[in-house]
Structures are given as structure tokens and as C-alpha cells.
Nanobody, 119 residues
Framework: VQLQASGGGLVQPGGSLRLSCAAS????????MGWYRQAPRKQRELVAT???????NYGDSVKDRFTISRDNAKSTVYLQMNSLRPEDTAVYYC??????????????WGQGTLVTVSS
């Protein structure tokens, strides 16, 4: 299984970026997909998730600014980030996970893409 994230970079405060994460080796339609981030000297935190049915969940700090979406045909999850703030600076990681019928949980992580918000 591979998750390849892209789209990170340097952006000014108030700007926008769109992250993409392409998965291979799994049938993504069976998995919840999501984004997490980790800023320097901080713990990794939830950014957003989207279930197989399209239900979304967002971290409090990104609600109304970020939008997660998925395209199962392309095995890709996206994160549209608007009104970016310096505190959004972090490495962003994509994640896919599912609970199997025996109750076990399995997830996979991408390599991360750096987002820097600075003037």
C-alpha cells in the first residue's frame, strides 16, 4: 500500500492550497480517508476525515476554512485549504483506515507534505 501526498508549499496568510493524496494497493472505497497534521513541537492532530459514505468531520481549528473530498475512481483524497493562517504551518499526512468484520482496525499513512504559511 502506498499513499502519495502532494500539493504542499509556501503560501501567504489568507491564501489557499489544495493537497492531494493518491492511494495504491488498496480499494479506497472501503476506507475512511483523512488528513492529519503535525506542527513543530506539537502532537499530530486531526484535520479532516471523510467516510466511505461521504460524511465529513473536521478539527475545530479548520472548520469553515478547509474542505475534504474524495474521488474513489482516482483513489484520491483532497484537502482544499482556504484562509490559511501561520498556525496552519505543519506537515500534513494523509491516512486511510477501516474496521474489518472481525473488529480489527488497520490504517496506512502517507509520507507527509509540508505546508508553510508565512509572509
Amino acid at each position: 500500500v502506498q499513499l502519495q501526498a502532494s500539493g504542499g508549499g509556501l503560501v501567504q496568510p489568507g491564501g489557499s492550497l489544495r493537497l492531494s493524496c493518491a492511494a495504491s494497493g488498496i480499494r479506497v472505497s472501503l476506507y475512511t480517508m483523512g488528513w492529519y497534521r503535525q506542527a513543530p513541537r506539537k502532537q499530530r492532530e486531526l484535520v479532516a476525515t471523510i467516510t466511505t459514505r461521504g460524511s465529513t468531520n473536521y478539527g475545530d481549528s479548520v472548520k469553515d476554512r478547509f474542505t475534504i473530498s474524495r474521488d474513489n475512481a482516482k483513489s484520491t483524497v483532497y484537502l482544499q485549504m482556504n484562509s490559511l493562517r501561520p498556525e496552519d504551518t505543519a506537515v500534513y499526512y494523509c491516512n486511510v483506515g477501516r474496521v474489518w468484520s472481525d473488529g480489527s482496525f488497520r490504517d496506512y499513512w502517507g509520507q507527509g507534505t509540508l505546508v508553510t504559511v508565512s509572509s
